[in-house]
């Protein structure tokens, strides 16, 4: 679970920049498609089908929530520090307080940002066997402004608590091929994962196997039309280093322009060499969608050529 969870946040490029408004008397209590996270969500929210969540697209607004099993609360707590998110850009992380009860953990921040500098808040909680962390990014334009508000923002992440069941999912992407592969599970309720055994967890500890990643872009911006984007993405892969792409190539899968690139690379771990297949699907109306495929590289041979048909069959759902 661990290994997928690393591969399938590194896949999220979380590029997106968010906000939320004041909130106000009309906030309503809503879930996201397959979360079982509920918010008391203002007008003016709309359920986002890039990521598991919430935008409001006339300020580009957005909460973002990711869930986890309740036994890594402790393992989440270590990157939710001041120096763990100042590693990851998020600078003058702070702990806070919020008007909760039962575990959690509050931090707000600041970011840089295309769109300028961006307020970060940051909720971790258990509750009902699950782990949730909900992250809402706030342009400091948009609060200096009165378009939105800290405590408004505070109020929505207060209310943050677990249903008895997940909501529906809503599908995004469709695959008419598998070959040896079988659906083994989703984070951020958009986010699917293929393994030969259709199991998250290897049967033996350590235990090196394949692992097919589809993931959706955050938002609907612009993709670049060469491969630096598609470089910068495979390059951001965690647990790996020395990513030398070996091969690169232009399609067209569903009617859409694709990037593939496929790179060697090393596990940090324990210096084991890994072959990676990245193919890069540019949405019809921004954004992207990414098929990431990584496995020991003695078993690329056989696995390469099925991680190409299975990117063949993609279709997006509209």
């Known amino acids: 679970m661990r290994r997928f969870r690393t591969l399938a946040l590194a896949v999220l490029f979380a590029s997106l920049a968010l906000a939320a408004p004041v909130l106000p ?16 969500v203002p007008d003016g929210f709309e359920v986002a089908r890039q990521f598991s969540g919430f935008i409001r697209p006339d300020i580009g607004a957005s909460l973002v929530i990711v869930e986890m099993p309740a036994v ?56 009902d066997g699950v782990t949730a962390l909900i992250t809402a990014n706030v342009p400091r334009q948009a609060i200096q402004d009165g378009a939105v508000s800290a405590v408004g923002i505070e109020t929505i992440l207060a209310s943050a608590r677990i249903a008895e069941r997940a909501a529906a999912a809503k599908a995004l992407f469709q695959l008419g091929y598998l070959g040896p592969f079988k659906a083994a599970g989703t984070i951020l309720g958009t986010t699917h994962a293929y393994t030969l055994d259709g199991r998250l967890e290897p049967q033996k500890p350590r235990e090196k196997r394949a692992l097919l990643i589809v993931a ?67 949405g019809k109306d921004g954004g992207y969608f990414r098929i990431v ?5 003695q078993d690329a041979d056989v696995l390469i050529p099925e991680m190409r048909k299975i990117a063949a069959s993609f279709a997006p759902v509209e």
């Open 293 to 297: 495929g990584q496995m020991p590289s």
């Open 25 to 40: 008397a009309a906030a309503r209590v809503q879930q996201a498609p397959a979360s079982r996270v509920a918010l008391d």
């Open 72 to 127: 890594a609360y402790e393992q989440l707590a270590t990157g939710l520090t001041p120096e763990a998110l100042q590693a990851k850009g998020i600078e003058k992380a702070a702990p806070a307080k919020l008007a909760r009860e039962g575990s959690y953990l509050f931090l707000k921040g600041e970011q840089k940002s295309a769109m300028g500098l961006v307020d970060k808040f940051l909720l971790a909680f258990r509750e």
């Open 216 to 282: 959706p872009s955050l938002d609907k911006r612009a993709v670049p039309g060469d491969d630096t984007f598609a470089e910068t993405l495979l390059a951001g892969l965690s647990g790996l280093k020395e990513i030398k792409v070996v091969d690169r190539s232009r399609g067209v899968i569903a009617g859409l322009e694709t990037i593939e690139l496929v790179a060697d690379a090393v596990d940090k771990a324990d210096g084991s060499p890994v072959t990676v297949m990245q193919t890069l699907i540019r």
